[in-house]
């Protein structure tokens, strides 16, 4: 972990400029990466989310335990689906779990307000912090697809960054 850290912070240490917008989780990884970057640059964080979801709640709970800004996009429905329309033809395959990170990760380009946007992704691949890898039978053959998979999900992710 503490390589890990170091790492990070060396990454930050070269951000430059007006500084960033992050994509906030509310998860651990993007703490991390905001508490590194508003070391050297401004922050905007960004949490996508329904009201009263867990991302919505972690990302406030940090907001004001660590005081730095975030923005919320509350995800409804017609957001959703015109997020969706975008998203849907960079997808490889249909794939409910990347379209909605995909959805996600396009409303948080919308409203970034910096040139640069950071991203906490992989930490939960990795580690194994998803919902689904809870007493999954199939856990190593799952985190195993997720991340051989995280090189085109950032891909795509640079693709809709790009649109805005």
């Known amino acids: 972990m503490t390589l890990l850290l ?15 917008s992050i994509a906030f989780s509310g998860g651990v990884d993007s703490l991390f990466l905001t508490l590194c970057a508003r070391t050297f640059v401004p922050v905007q964080c960004i949490v996508v989310g329904t009201p009263g979801s867990f991302d919505v709640q972690q990302a ?23 997020a969706l329309k975008v998203v849907g033809p960079y997808l490889d395959a249909p794939d409910p779990m990347r379209a909605n ?29 998803y919902k689904k890898y809870q007493n999954n039978p199939h856990l190593e053959r799952e985190r195993a697809n997720d991340l051989l998979h995280l090189q085109s999900d950032m891909e795509r992710y640079i693709r809709l960054g790009r649109l805005k």
């Open 101 to 129: 990170l995909g959805v996600v990760m396009y409303l948080v380009f919308e409203s970034a307000k910096r040139g640069t946007v950071l991203v906490g992704h992989g930490a939960d691949e990795y580690f194994g912090g």
């Open 6 to 20: 170091e790492r990070m912070l060396d990454y930050c240490s070269t951000l430059q400029g007006d500084g960033v």
């Open 60 to 82: 406030r709970f940090f907001k004001t335990t660590y005081d730095f800004p975030l923005d919320v996009v509350e995800l409804e429905k017609n957001s959703y689906l015109r």
